[in-house]
């Protein structure tokens, strides 16, 4: 079974960056958009961040322009680029397809804005 494997989360100074990871452990079809997902505590995950097979991108309005999702199909492989990040409460990234989710991963953790 696919496994989805997120990594990059961390400690960062305030108004810093950190890169997200996520690699799937089986080929994904290139055919499929993909999504970075925030979880903050006591709170639903929710979508900040989608890019399609075409690698048109969206935002969630908190985290746009400070952002940047962009994927890698050679090697199965989706970006979160974070910069300006705020500290507020720290939430847990997930990635998963757009579509058809796979089983989520254990996500990666990173003190973000609530």
């Known amino acids: ?3 989805l494997v997120e990594s990059g989360g961390g400690l960062v100074q305030p108004g810093g960056s950190l890169r997200l990871s996520c690699v799937a452990t089986e080929v994904i079809k290139s ?3 993909w999504g970075w997902y925030r ?3 006591g709170k639903q995950r929710e979508l900040v ?4 097979p075409s690698e048109v991108t969206n935002y969630a309005d908190s985290v746009k322009g400070r952002f940047t999702i962009s994927r890698d199909n050679a090697k199965n492989t989706v970006y979160l680029q974070m910069n300006s990040l705020k500290f507020k409460v720290t939430a847990i990234f997930y990635c998963n397809l757009l579509f058809s989710p796979l089983p989520w ?3 990666t953790q990173v003190p973000v804005s609530s």
């Open 1 to 3: 079974q696919v496994q």
């Open 31 to 33: 055919v499929n958009g």
């Open 39 to 41: 979880q903050a505590p």
């Open 49 to 52: 961040a989608s890019i399609t």
């Open 105 to 107: 991963g254990q996500g």
